[in-house]
DNA sequence: TTCCCTGCAAAGGATTTGCATACAA
DNA sequence: TTGTATGCAAATCCTTTGCAGGGAA
């Protein structure tokens, strides 16, 4: 979701190397790699691909186990999200970086596409108070056909 | 969803084998012990679990592999609903017996429980239709603490 | 008799882990 | 210097597949 940020790519580093400090964690080009690619696409990565497009563009040497530490470690501190479509074997992962929003997936054509509905959101929350839940996340993929492709 | 049935288990598997006969599929003892433990559960079983529940209710002789064919089967033809909760590694399976429904989970005692919105259901509809999207299907979990984990 | 179905074991694919080394602070 | 992070390869875990034998109709 590329579009809507309103955080440089600079800023989102800074903020990022804070956190890892405050962590008593290091930072590492492999880190700063995985973000920037990340950063800068509009597509939603494996960690397959993820790799590949490091690789591609930085020229150093990285191996697929470096990337799910880095993917992991970023997830616990929701800084990536990764979901899990139907029918597929691995997780896709995008920058955390605008609130929350769900997914919406063609089935024809693959493409995800990104919305937020806080009516939805609202709805999602009363159910769950009617069944004695506290909701506290969920997990929603909606699948159809879009536009392009009826 | 054990309480709601208005269908016995024997017309149940009398359908059922209709359904194998139409497709020129065979039955099998193994096919009907997997609907029979899936029937009589009010949980929801990972293929690994219906293993075991089969063995022990039943002593016979089946395969790890045999439970992913068939589980596979049903699933395709919609006669059970597999569900990913985030964080588990494998799937849980129930029987498909009753309409539509999705599924909110106790992240502290893992409890999963159904429930059906029907505006819910229409709101996700009307979201994808404003992003031009025909909406064919959903996969929706709520996560949150339920009443007697509070 | 003719396919379909199963068991077993091996293969697959994604993700994780152990260990020695390299790097950040 | 000290602990953290990485690369590589091996290990895991769940699921699928190949093949030969067994079963349903």
Redesign the pocket.
């Known amino acids: 979701m590329k579009k809507d940020l309103t955080i440089s790519y600079d800023e989102f580093m800074l903020k990022f ?1 804070d956190t ?2 405050s ?9 700063e790699y ?1 973000l920037k690619v990340l950063f800068k696409s509009d597509t939603h990565l ?3 691909a993820l790799l590949f497009e490091v690789k591609k563009e930085y020229e ?14 970023l997830e616990e501190l929701h800084i990536v999200n ?1 979901i ?1 479509i139907d029918g597929n ?3 896709v992962y995008e920058l955390n970086l605008v609130s929350h929003h769900d997914h919406m997936v063609c089935t024809q054509c693959n493409k995800i596409v990104e919305f937020y509905d806080a009516e939805l959101e609202k709805l999602q929350e009363n159910v769950a108070l009617s069944n004695g839940f506290t909701l506290k996340s969920h997990n929603m993929l909606l699948y159809g056909i879009c536009n392009e492709c009826q």
């Not at 962590?23 to 880190?31: C, F, I, K, M, P």
């Not at 799910?68 to 470690?73: E, K, S």
């Open positions: 190397k890892m400090k962590l008593g964690l290091n930072n590492s080009v492999q880190r995985v494996s960690a397959d150093v040497t990285m191996g697929i186990a470096t990337v799910y530490r880095i993917l992991n470690l990764g899990l074997e691995s997780k």
